[in-house]
């Protein structure tokens, strides 16, 4: 119990000095920007859209507070070229206060710094203050996947310009047919939805692994986002983490793995259907006790990239395999989130 009543004070230690310090960040930032002239504002606002896309070299994220999950979600956004584009297009909000509470114009920042490329590791605390404001906590277990839609929704809601929101649907938005059918008269309705993530169950109603996917694709966008569900619940109401060894490619073709009855796209658009391993997110511990990194291929070097919060090291193709995981293994590191890229966009 001593042990434990100890850990729970350190821990409340640490909490507080990162308040403290978000704090004092945040005040130092408010006197900076109160006592700049207009035209070095304006000077600082011209770097920021002109930053390069990592060619310093991959920088890390300083875990300030359990942040694993975030640091590994932000890493995918932001070695996406795709995605960093537009953020340099994002109207950049008027006063001080707006600044602080803009998701995208905070990536943005963290961006520019991380590209400075003159320490191994940055912190993003200025942007964790942020999405505090919109309850994304620190010293909190996240779940990668609800994370990554709620730093999207975010982005899209604060973006504001409409050319910018179409642009990022299209980069992101998964479109599929869902079917209702009436088990009395067979009455059936269809209608499209979207969604960001692609979602695929690791095991079926009868716990063997799933071969098959269940629903019709009617568009993928140019960066695809698949979610492998390994965390479900037990008949104890438990969550339960599924470790189950499910190997990915490299490179995949939905037109050679589609049945007809699971797709619903023309034939210009399935020509495109063609994809290459972007990024991983793995998850290693338990459902109580976890962590998050994020394994990303780089898109200017072709070289893979392991980014453990602060630690960054170029990796194997062999050591991304380490990620398929397996069943004996529970507390393995296994993939979570998988992002392909549309191979005629890179």
């Known amino acids: 119990m001593g042990q434990r009543s100890g850990r729970q004070e350190n821990s409340k230690k640490l909490e507080l000095a990162v308040s403290e310090t978000m704090q004092a960040e945040e005040k130092l930032q408010n006197n900076k920007e109160e006592d700049e002239e207009p035209m070095a504002k304006d000077r600082r606002l011209i770097s920021v859209f002109g930053v390069a896309d990592l060619k310093n070299g991959a920088i890390g994220l300083y875990n300030v507070g359990q ?22 297009r994002i109207t950049v909000p ?22 400075r490329g003159k320490q191994k590791a940055v912190s993003p605390i200025a942007l964790a203050c942020c999405l505090s404001v919109y309850r994304v906590k620190l010293f909190v277990q996240h779940d990668a996947a609800q994370l990554f839609l709620t730093l999207w929704n975010l982005i899209k809601k604060q973006m504001k310009m409409p050319e910018l929101v179409e642009e990022l649907s299209d980069l992101y938005a998964i479109c599929i047919q869902e079917h209702l059918a009436c088990q009395k008269c067979s009455f059936e309705v269809k209608r499209k939805s979207s969604m960001i993530t692609l979602p ?11 071969k098959t996917l269940s629903m019709k694709l009617v568009h993928l966008p140019q960066t695809l986002t698949i979610h492998l569900k390994r965390f479900c619940f037990e008949e104890s109401a438990k969550i339960h983490k599924l470790s189950h060894y499910l190997p990915f490619p490299q490179d995949l073709d939905f037109n050679a793995i589609l049945t007809e009855d699971q797709c619903q796209a023309d034939d210009k658009e ?20 976890g962590h998050y990194c994020a394994y ?11 980014f453990n919060d602060s630690e960054v090291c ?8 380490c990620t398929y995981g397996h069943s004996s293994l529970h507390w393995g590191e296994t993939a979570y989130l998988l992002t392909y890229m549309r191979k005629h966009s890179q």
């Open 94 to 115: 008027p006063s001080a206060a707006q600044k602080r509470k803009n998701v995208p114009y905070q990536m943005l920042l963290l961006l520019e710094e991380m590209q």
């Open 296 to 306: 990303v291929r780089s898109l200017t070097e072709c070289k893979w990239y392991c």
């Open 200 to 210: 695929i169950p690791v095991l079926d109603f009868n716990s063997q692994v799933l």
């Open 67 to 88: 942040s694993c999950c975030l640091n590994s979600v932000l890493q995918v956004f932001l070695m996406n070229i795709h995605f960093t584009g537009l953020l340099r």
């Open 314 to 321: 170029q990796v194997s193709w062999d050591d991304v395999k």
């Open 270 to 289: 399935k020509a495109a259907w063609q994809y290459e391993l972007f990024a991983v997110v793995a998850h290693s511990g338990s459902t109580s006790c």
